[in-house]
C-alpha cells in the first residue's frame, strides 16, 4: 500500500510537472505611447479579433498577419511619429492595468513595418525590433516585459521615406515550443502579432527590403522549435534580419511588387478587393490626441474579459491548457 501511495504521488508530481509548461496567459497590443503619452487603448490599432488575447498557433496562417477579424477593417485613426523617434508598445493580458503576459511565456518580441498601401500584403514587411535571449543574463525579453509591465520603448528607423506604414508588433512564446506545430493540440509556439497605423514624418528616402507575412517563420525553424527548459547558450531569433538604417539598397520595388500582388494570400481584404487602394484606409492622419489611457468598453474587450483562462474556461480555445492552469 505505501509504496503503492509513493508512487501515486510520484507520478502525480511528474503528470503536474510536465504540465507546468501549458499554463496560459495571453497578451495583446493594448495601446500606444508617443512623444511621451500612451494614447487610449487601440487608437491607431488595428481592431483586435474576437477573443484578442488568444494567440495565432499556425505561422502559416493569415492570421499571423495582424491578428486581426478582417483584414479589410482599418484602425480609426493614423498616429503621427517622426523618424529616428520612439514609440512604446504596451501589451497586456486583458487591458490597461494588468499583467503584460504569463511570465510562463518565454520568447522574442519583434517589430516590424510595411507601407499601409499595402495593406500587409506581398513582400512588403521589414523588421524594425528584435530582442530573443540574453545567455549572459538568462533574460528573455518576455522577462523584460514582464518586469516593465508590459511596455516596450522601439525606434522607427531614421531613414526610411516619410508615409503612411503598418507597424507589426509581436511576441512569440516558446513555452511549448519542444514541440512542432501540428505534432499534438498544444504542441508549438504561439504568435501575438497586432497591427497599428503610423504616419511618418521625415526627410528619408529608405525603403528597405521586405518579406511576406505569413512566410516569415517555419515551424522547424531553430527559433520556432526548441526546448527553452534545456540549458540555453544562444537563441537565433526567427525571421528576415533586422533593417539596418542606411543599408537599404533598393528602392521602391518592394511597393510596387506588393501593389500587383492581389490574390496570393487567403486573408479577407486580398482575397476579396483586387486591389489594396479600395480598402477602407484613412489617407490623413489625424491628430493624436493626449487622452489618458482609457478602459475600452468596447464589444472585444467585453468578449475578452469573458476569456481570462481562469474565469470562463469553456470559452476558451485551448480548452486543455485552460483548465490545467485554472486546477494549478
Ligand atoms: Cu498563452
Redesign the pocket.
Known amino acids: 500500500m505505501k509504496g503503492k501511495s509513493a508512487s501515486s504521488k510520484l507520478g502525480f508530481a511528474l503528470l503536474l510537472s510536465s504540465l507546468a509548461p501549458l499554463?496560459?496567459?495571453?497578451?495583446y497590443l493594448t495601446s500606444l505611447g508617443i512623444n511621451g503619452t500612451q494614447l487610449a487603448e487601440e487608437k491607431c490599432i488595428r481592431p483586435w479579433w474576437k477573443n484578442e488575447?488568444y494567440?495565432v498557433e499556425d505561422p502559416n496562417s493569415s492570421d499571423l498577419l495582424c491578428r486581426t477579424k478582417d483584414m479589410t477593417a482599418s484602425a480609426t485613426s493614423m498616429c503621427g511619429v517622426t523618424a529616428g523617434s520612439n514609440i512604446t508598445i504596451y501589451w497586456t493580458e486583458s487591458g490597461t492595468g494588468s499583467r503584460a503576459?504569463?511570465p510562463s511565456?518565454l520568447g522574442p518580441c519583434l517589430a516590424y513595418m510595411a507601407p499601409l498601401s499595402s495593406n500587409g500584403s506581398g513582400d512588403v514587411w521589414f523588421k524594425i525590433y528584435e530582442d530573443g535571449y540574453d545567455p549572459a543574463t538568462k533574460l528573455w525579453c518576455v522577462d523584460k516585459i514582464v518586469k516593465s509591465k508590459g511596455y516596450l520603448d522601439i525606434t522607427i528607423p531614421a531613414d526610411i521615406a516619410p508615409g503612411d506604414y503598418l507597424l507589426r508588433t509581436e511576441i512569440i512564446?516558446l513555452?511549448e515550443a519542444d514541440r512542432v506545430y501540428g505534432a499534438d493540440k498544444s504542441a508549438g509556439a504561439?504568435y501575438y502579432p497586432n497591427c497599428a497605423q503610423l504616419t511618418i514624418s521625415g526627410t528619408g528616402t529608405a525603403q528597405p527590403r521586405g518579406y511576406a507575412i505569413p512566410g516569415i517563420y517555419k515551424p522547424t525553424d531553430p527559433g520556432i522549435h526548441i526546448n527553452i527548459y534545456d540549458p540555453m547558450h544562444s537563441y537565433t531569433i526567427p525571421g528576415p534580419p533586422k533593417y539596418v538604417p542606411g543599408s537599404a539598397k533598393n528602392t521602391n520595388a518592394n511597393i510596387v511588387s506588393a501593389a500587383s500582388i492581389s490574390n496570393t494570400q487567403t486573408v479577407g481584404a486580398s482575397a476579396k478587393s483586387s486591389s489594396s487602394a479600395t480598402l477602407p484606409i484613412p489617407t490623413s492622419p489625424t491628430a493624436i490626441s493626449v487622452a489618458p489611457p482609457v478602459v475600452n468598453t468596447g464589444p472585444s474587450q467585453t468578449t475578452a474579459k469573458k476569456c481570462s483562462h481562469r474565469k470562463s474556461v469553456r470559452k476558451c480555445k485551448?480548452q486543455r491548457?485552460a483548465r490545467f492552469h485554472f486546477e494549478l
Open positions: 499554463a496560459s496567459g495571453h497578451t488575447n494567440p503576459i504569463d511565456h512564446a513555452h504561439q485551448h491548457k
